[in-house]
Every structure is written in structure tokens, then in C-alpha cells.
């Protein structure tokens, strides 16, 4: 460790003590209420949340799922929160916040404003603008990229950007040739053409505003739909986007009602089988061929909802 270095962790360490007193200072009336801070930060999300599930909070906060389960049902039995069931599937249910919930929110809401607006009440306003600016620096540093990805839906415009970098990626990555570019082509173009949003659409991931990758959801019948066009930018790779993708398409899929999503990959693509395999898909079947300028082995991997 460099001398530098040294002087860095100390610092940091230094200005962490600095901010837990600040942090306690804010958070101290939501820490005379009723409710831990996790708790008040649950109350929060439900009520700002649009369509929020368990497991939305779970992997926001940090929270497993024993913890989860026992907050929600004293929530529940204190009547500050209930469970609604998703239109399409019986089996995902919102939560949302009952009036005792609101009331609650209110408080904890009020309780924040009231000691935040203490602290800046202290400073100048040109000193307020620079605490601000402070508290964006740090975050922009050291936010995770997947938190700093904005993930938005399918515009027609898209659709020769996403054929564009199929071709460039698959071809300067795996040797694929010009045939690709046609084959995925046909099939982005007939999609643009005729697409139903309710039931299926193309996610794009934007990094600072620019593509960082892309995931289509195309419905096969009302029980089954394929993912397809999964794509991360190379200097993406690695920082949770691909995570972020599948999971934004399989919430879909499970919001949607559909019981079955397959895809076709290709066995070298290493990094998407992992992902693959994360997320519970199952590998069903494989195929040889001698398409694209290669002999490929394609494969067809389920997961069943």
C-alpha cells in the first residue's frame, strides 16, 4: 500500500465517523418512533413504489428473505400494509399501505423533512448549494453502474441501432458473419412492424444516456414467450446490467401470466449460460450446426414460472 493510499482510507475513515453522527442526528425522531430505520425505509419504498412486491424490497435494501417475511406479516397484523394480487397472476401479490400506513409514512415523512431542514437551516445558501454538490460527486464515484442505468422501452428507432451492434459485437467477438446481421434483421424488423406492448416489448439500457444494452420479451402463446437480442456494451460487462435486463424481463413475463420463457443461445457464450443458469433457466436441448461462417452448437434453455 502506497503512502497515498494510506492517507486516503485514513481520511475516508475519518469523514465515515463524521457522517454516522451527522446520520444519527437526521434519522433521530425516526429512531424514537415505533419503527427501526429498516423498517421506516420499508414504509417508505411500499408507499413510493409503484406496483412494489417483496422482492423488490428485498433487493433494494439489502434485506433477506426471513426478515422480509416477518416485518410484512406484523405490518400486516398491525394493519399498516396489504397485499393485493397482480391482474395477470394470482400468484405475485403489491404490497400497498393501509390507513394506519399512510398515517405512519406521514409521520416518518414529516419527521425527515422537519430535521433535514434544521441541518441546512445552519448554512448559507451558497454553502447549501456546495453540500449538495458534494453529496452528488460522491455518489456519481462510487454508485454501482447498474444504479446510474436507466432502463426504458422499445421506440421504432431503435430497431437498426440493435441489429447495428449485433453485427459489429458478434462479429468481432465470435467471427460470425454477414449472414447474422440478416438473420436478426429480419426478425428486429418484423418485430417493429407488428409488436403488441402489452404483451411483450424490447428494454434498452442507457449508461449516461448512451445504449448500454437490450433485451426483447417476444410472446410465443399465452402461456409461452422467448427472450431474445440480450446484448451488454463490453465495457458494461460486469457491472450488473445483464442482471438488471434479465430481471427487468423476467418480472414482465411473471406480471404478464406466462408459466414458460425459453431462449436459444449458443454453448460459447459463456458469460449469458451463467445467467442464464442464475436465474433458474434450464438447458432442454441442443443443436449442431454449420451456420454463420462457424459450426455452432445452439442451444434451447427453459424456465418455467
Known amino acids: 500500500m502506497s503512502q497515498n493510499q494510506g492517507k486516503y482510507i485514513s481520511d475516508i475513515r475519518k469523514f465515515n465517523r463524521f457522517y454516522t453522527q451527522v446520520l444519527g442526528l437526521v434519522n433521530r425522531h425516526i429512531l424514537d418512533s415505533p419503527y427501526s430505520l429498516t423498517e421506516a425505509r420499508i414504509i417508505y419504498e411500499i408507499a413510493n413504489a409503484k406496483n412494489c412486491t417483496a422482492s423488490m424490497l428485498m433487493d433494494k435494501l439489502g434485506i433477506d428473505r426471513g426478515y422480509m417475511s416477518r416485518i410484512i406479516k406484523r405490518f400486516e397484523a398491525d394493519g399498516l400494509i396489504c397485499r393485493k394480487s397482480a391482474p395477470h397472476d394470482n400468484r405475485v401479490y ?32 451558497e454553502k447549501q448549494a456546495e453540500l449538495l454538490q458534494a453529496m452528488k460527486t460522491i455518489e456519481d464515484i462510487l454508485a454501482p453502474a447498474s444504479k446510474q442505468v436507466k432502463i426504458r422501452s422499445f421506440r421504432k428507432e431503435d430497431t437498426q441501432h440493435i ?35 402489452q404483451d411483450e416489448n424490447i428494454w434498452i439500457a442507457e449508461y449516461d444516456g448512451a445504449f448500454a444494452g437490450c433485451i426483447a420479451l417476444v410472446k410465443i402463446d399465452k402461456q409461452t414467450a422467448q427472450l431474445r437480442w440480450f446484448l451488454a456494451e463490453p465495457e458494461m460487462r460486469g457491472k450488473g446490467i445483464g442482471n438488471l ?33 442464475r436465474f433458474g433457466f434450464k438447458l432442454k436441448e441442443t443443436k449442431e450446426h454449420q451456420i454463420w461462417g462457424q459450426d455452432l452448437v445452439e442451444e434451447c434453455w427453459e424456465l418455467t414460472l
Open 94 to 125: 403489491y404490497l400497498c399501505l393501509g390507513p394506519q400506513g399512510e398515517d405512519a409514512y406521514a409521520f416518518i415523512d414529516k419527521q425527515s423533512i422537519l430535521q433535514i431542514e434544521g441541518l441546512l437551516s445552519e448554512l448559507k445558501p
Open 163 to 197: 441489429i447495428d451492434r449485433h453485427e459489429v459485437l458478434y462479429a468481432s467477438e465470435y467471427g460470425l458473419n454477414s449472414e447474422f446481421k440478416d438473420y436478426v434483421a429480419d426478425a428486429m424488423y418484423q418485430f417493429a412492424d407488428s409488436f403488441n406492448a
Open 245 to 277: 435486463l434479465m430481471k427487468t424481463a423476467v418480472e414482465f413475463c411473471k406480471e404478464k401470466g406466462y408459466t414458460r420463457v425459453i431462449l436459444w443461445t449458443l454453448s460459447m457464450l459463456a458469460a449469458a449460460r451463467h445467467l442464464y443458469d
